[in-house]
């Protein structure tokens, strides 16, 4: 009998160590995304990573996996549902499925540029934006600046006319294959991954990117020209599965709330900068030519695509559309 009680105490001791090692092991954070470390996305994941892992240390570990490493832009939503990964950063054309009000960011020539964009963004209505999704288990944990996007074809796009008939690579978004559309070109839709060899092999004739992404994929060596359009911003919403996030103790999660406000702050910083040294080293590379539109040239692109905006009002909301335009107007 005694034999007995104390095996049992040996296994209850046993499993009270183990129980106590288990309750030490750090949370484990996925970050998974699909361009290159250099990017402003890239920057970011691996500042994030930083910055917990010297103020959380022991508590929580971060694993970023970049350049479509660990899953590709079709799979990682996905992903984040099943709980395989806890943290993503998809572009905002991304979430039409989840909450058709997100289609704003793709509306062609809303924002005059970047600062009005970040006005919008951390405006009420903004802000709103990404808790607009957790009825979906989806939970908006701040914007990422990627940058303002330029046309690149194979031929000079100077007027709305020159695109007509091309081929253009697009996410998977209604706004974008419209956008296209009204310029009389063909959207396709293709993931970031293949869009090299889409360009280079010719299933696709032109794009829509910054210049990070246009350097760091080095999309330039396939691609003749860049006419630099500004047309419209591609930007991240960093996301992560409400239940996890909500299931967190409440001083990890309010630490890393803090870390990825500071470090949206610097993505969106050296966005710019970073798109501006790309620039110039495809400038120097000298295998495309970069072209600047007039502001008569960049009216006519505007006027070509703004029936996009009519076309998704009702969806998105015509009183949103007009909170974007008034971030337009400097503060």
Known sequence: MFKMTAKALACALSLSIAGLAQAADPIVIKFSHVVAEHTPKGQGAM??????EERLPGKVSVQVYPNSSLFGDGKEMEALLLGDVQLIAPSLAKFEHYTKQIQLFDLPFLFDDIHAV???QQSPEGQALLKSMEDKGITGLGYWHNGMKQLSANKKLVEPKDARGLKFRVQASAVLDEQFKALRAAPRKMSFAEVYQGLQTGVVNGA???YSNIYSQKM???????TETDHG????????NTKFWNG????IRTELEAILAEVSVEVNKQAESLNQNDKKRILEAGTTEILTLTPEQRSQWREAMRPVWKKFEDEIGA?????????????
């Open 47 to 52: 500042l994030f990573k930083k910055l917990v």
């Open 118 to 120: 970040d006005r919008f």
């Open 208 to 210: 829509e990117n910054p």
């Open 220 to 226: 330039h060596e396939v691609q003749k020209f860049i």
């Open 233 to 240: 911003v591609l930007d991240y919403m960093v996301i992560t």
């Open 248 to 251: 967190l103790p409440n001083d």
């Open 319 to 331: 009183d949103l559309i007009k909170a974007a335009e008034r971030a337009n107007e400097a503060n």
